[in-house]
């Protein structure tokens, strides 16, 4: 009887382990084509957007600094409560041939 008891248990055991591992599967792939379905629908709206920004005028960069500075008038005052100090000129370091850098 025991024998037989053994067989029930380790069909049992089987049959479980591939109803989960079935449900695992479709469980899974289900995971999987939600993830496609949010990946297509940000690519679309990815390029909606660059169609939109394709479409609008480029703005020219001493322009833009021209009216960011218009909107900020006591930029001065500003920079001088933030212990800011005028620069005339920036010297940047240069890498000699050599280095890897410059390669």
């Known amino acids: 009887m025991t024998t037989r ?9 089987l049959r479980f382990i591939w109803g989960l591992s079935i449900f695992l599967i479709i469980g899974l792939m ?11 629908r940000n690519c679309a709206r990815v390029s909606g957007i660059q169609e939109k920004l394709a479409g609008l005028p480029k703005a020219d960069l001493n322009n833009s600094l021209l009216a960011s500075v218009k909107e900020i008038p006591e930029l001065d005052k500003i920079a001088q409560n933030l212990n ?5 000129k920036v010297h940047y370091i240069r ?9």
Do not use: C, H, N, P
């Open 5 to 13: 008891a053994r067989k029930t248990s380790i069909r049992m055991s």
């Open 30 to 40: 289900a995971v999987w084509v939600l993830q496609m379905q949010g990946l297509s």
């Open 84 to 88: 800011f100090e005028r620069i005339d």
């Open 95 to 103: 890498a000699s041939e050599t280095t890897a850098l410059a390669r």
